[in-house]
């Protein structure tokens, strides 16, 4: 059985598209370790939020592949959007993955051709990624929300991520569900901007209903 190890920085919409992508590799076979440096396939999701965030990826990233040269190396996440040549320099980096292809790293890792694309303007692919667990945890992530408007002076997501881009809220609702099924009582809503949660789907009072709804699943305190 091939083995597989995850690294994660950043933030907690990060936490929550590793998970998801760990349970589609999982379920392709694969056996998780907790030494990277042992493993198969070693999927690494990035941050480059701010120059030490990205700087340490890059050395993470050049330490794995020093000290596990077999391992296929994944890289997805922001770094990917921002420093991509510099993280092609690392010969042991197999593929690199963008933040509006993170939904296919399973695909990629059974072989499937990838395109190289930029954060869209509308595509909501990015919320098929989705979680049934988080093994070790008290509370659970959900994602609602990703890609931001502003476009402040000092932040560099809108170009990372792409513009603000919603779940629909029967999505959220079910995989809250579930979440509360799985015997969870808490759940963080997790997004770049959630204020601006729905407000391209044109509903009235977004979050604000949303939150009303999830407050009535049965299992959430």
Same mark, same amino acid.
């Given at each position: 059985?091939?083995?597989?190890?995850?690294?994660?920085?950043?933030?907690?919409?990060?936490?929550?598209?590793?998970?998801?992508?760990?349970?589609?590799?999982?379920?392709?076979?694969?056996?998780?370790?907790?030494?990277?440096?042992?493993?198969?396939?070693?999927?690494?999701?990035?941050?480059?939020?701010?120059?030490?965030?990205?700087?340490?990826?890059?050395?993470?990233?050049?330490?794995?592949?020093?000290?596990?040269?077999?391992?296929?190396?994944?890289?997805?996440?922001?770094?990917?959007?921002?420093?991509?040549?510099?993280?092609?320099?690392?010969?042991?980096?197999?593929?690199?993955?963008?933040?509006?292809?993170?939904?296919?790293?399973?695909?990629?890792?059974?072989?499937?051709?990838?395109?190289?694309?930029?954060?869209?303007?509308?595509?909501?692919?990015?919320?098929? =990624?989705? !979680?049934? %667990?988080?093994?070790?945890?008290?509370?659970?992530? $959900?994602?609602?929300? @990703? +890609?931001? /408007?502003?476009?402040?002076?000092?932040?560099?997501?809108?170009?990372?991520?792409?513009?603000?881009?919603?779940?629909?809220?029967?999505?959220?609702?079910?995989?809250?569900?579930?979440?509360?099924?799985?015997?969870?009582?808490?759940?963080?809503?997790?997004?770049?901007?959630?204020?601006?949660?729905?407000?391209? =789907?044109? !509903?009235? %009072?977004?979050?604000?209903?949303?939150?009303?709804? $999830?407050?009535?699943? @049965? +299992?959430? /305190?």
């Amino acid at each position: 059985m091939p083995s597989c190890a995850f690294v994660t920085f950043g933030c907690k919409i990060n936490q929550y598209d590793t998970q998801a992508i760990r349970e589609e590799i999982i379920d392709l076979g694969y056996r998780e370790s907790d030494v990277p440096v042992d493993t198969d396939l070693v999927v690494v999701n990035s941050c480059t939020v701010t120059e030490r965030a990205g700087e340490k990826v890059h050395e993470r990233v050049r330490s794995l592949a020093g000290k596990n040269p077999r391992a296929t190396i994944i890289v997805t996440g922001c770094m990917t959007e921002d420093d991509r040549d510099r993280l092609n320099e690392i010969p042991a980096v197999v593929h690199l993955i963008g933040n509006e292809e993170k939904h296919r790293v399973a695909e990629v890792v059974q072989g499937e051709a990838l395109l190289d694309k930029k954060p869209g303007r509308k595509s909501r692919d990015i919320f098929s =990624l989705e !979680v049934s %667990d988080f093994a070790g945890r008290t509370r659970a992530f $959900l994602k609602i929300q @990703d +890609g931001c /408007d502003s476009f402040c002076s000092y932040c560099i997501l809108p170009y990372l991520r792409g513009s603000s881009r919603s779940r629909e809220p029967d999505a959220v609702i079910s995989e809250a569900s579930r979440l509360a099924a799985a015997g969870f009582k808490e759940l963080v809503l997790t997004g770049i901007h959630l204020r601006q949660w729905a407000r391209d =789907l044109g !509903v009235e %009072d977004g979050l604000a209903t949303l939150l009303s709804r $999830l407050r009535h699943i @049965d +299992g959430i /305190d």
